[in-house]
């Protein structure tokens, strides 16, 4: 094994530990994803990585694939798990549509610049809803599976071997999105400890 794959294989890891924590956690009740955002968060991922492996990608488009590949087995999840989603808000819907529009305007672009772009945007639209979830209800949310992306998306970035646009761009995003949600989640322990 090189060192890429041996990062991918961490990568794998990872991903896999966080979405298995965040499941557990919707049979025991206390997640509830919003099924809105797994799904754009499952979809725009996918075509992203489908777009960089195009652009030329290798290994490295791994994390971006899990991003969206964990949203799928969450979404499922979601479906067998009585009680295991939150209620859909017009909000969501709103963002939703957003999302959709920005995902369509993706699909119809020729350019893998401007493509990744309204991946970006049409992924951070998706995350709106989750995002006020985590603000408002942090008790709602698992941090394993955020953590674990913004982990494997660093390690993503490690073994990059052409740093373009259309490769790195959705790896950094993802690191960015994930960790605000965590600041999201964790906000009240965040602010005890810098009062303190």
Wanted: charged share 10%.
């Amino acid at each position: 094994m090189n060192f890429e794959q041996i990062i991918a294989c961490i990568i794998l890891i990872i991903q896999s530990i966080g979405v298995f924590f965040y499941i557990r956690d919707m049979v025991r009740g206390t997640t509830k994803p919003n099924r809105i955002t797994w799904f754009i968060w499952a979809l725009a991922p996918l075509i992203t990585t489908w777009i960089a492996v195009k652009a030329g990608s290798g290994l490295s488009i791994l994390p971006v694939f899990l991003a969206g590949f964990n949203p799928v087995l969450v979404l499922i999840a979601s479906f067998i798990i009585k009680k295991g989603y939150w209620e859909i808000t017009k909000l969501d819907v709103v963002c939703g549509i957003l999302a959709g529009i920005s995902l369509l305007l993706w699909l119809l672009t020729q350019s893998f610049w401007v493509s990744i772009l309204f991946a970006i945007l049409s992924d951070g639209l998706a995350a709106v809803p989750t995002l006020i979830k985590s603000w408002k209800f942090p008790e709602t949310e698992t941090s394993s599976a955020y953590l674990g992306g913004a982990v494997a998306n660093v390690l993503g970035l490690i073994i990059i071997k052409e740093w373009t646009f259309p490769i790195y761009s959705f790896g950094v995003y993802n690191i960015l999105i994930n960790l605000l949600i965590l600041c999201f989640i964790h906000r009240k322990k965040i602010l005890f400890w810098y009062t303190r």
